[in-house]
């Protein structure tokens, strides 16, 4: 099977709170987007895939076109596989595999934009401000920023040639211009507080 077709699924969550990010990754042109999660079960995973796949067969787009194959982290939250696996009408769609333990490698390029990300939301920041608009901008930023694995194009560029834009709308992905990505913290600072981890001696608080 082509490698344009495997997506990445894995997920992280804030150093606050219990809100986690489901992490959707497509290698072959570098483009993600993410999900956000209430908290790391199976039924909170399930009710957030289900509305996405909604999401896309109300915009007549079947999940099947999009993600005919996926690899994921083995944790609990992807305890129904049939829910990533079965299409709304419970029939078959998509292939899943889970990664081995400690196999980093079996999930190419997902730190190079994993760091993309960590340049907007620093490592110890928590999510537990976040909407789903706020996921949507960042990942939107991220999109946007030209790799050089792409012979200078965008993630965005690449994956609206290979699907459409309104596909990338659907997912929640919206066009930024190059010239207008942001790829720092100040991108969120007028669109929502966010908290970090104090430093030593340090004080807890919001970016505002």
Known sequence: ?????????????????????????????????????????AAE??????TLKNTLRGG???????????????????????VFTQDLDGEPETDLFFCDPNCAFQKP?????HTIFRDIVPEGSSFDCFTQETVNLIF??????K?????GKTPYEIFSFLHSKEVA?????TEIPATEVIQSPILLKSKTPLV?????????????
């Open 169 to 173: 709308s659907l997912l929640g992905i």
């Open 60 to 82: 007549g787009v079947r999940s099947w076109d999009i993600f005919p194959l996926l690899l994921a982290d083995n944790s609990g939250e992807f305890a129904n596989v049939l």
């Open 1 to 41: 099977m082509a490698a344009s077709v495997a997506f990445f699924v894995c997920c992280f969550r804030s150093w606050l709170g219990e809100t986690y990010l489901y992490v959707i990754f497509q290698p072959f042109c570098n483009f993600m987007f993410g999900l956000l999660l209430d908290n790391k079960t």
């Open 196 to 208: 970090q981890k104090p430093q030593s001696g340090g004080i807890e608080g919001c970016f505002s």
């Open 45 to 50: 995973a399930a009710l957030k895939i289900t």
């Open 109 to 113: 390029r997902v730190e190079k934009n």
């Open 140 to 145: 939107s930023h991220v999109n946007g920023t």
């Open 147 to 151: 790799r050089k694995v792409l012979n």
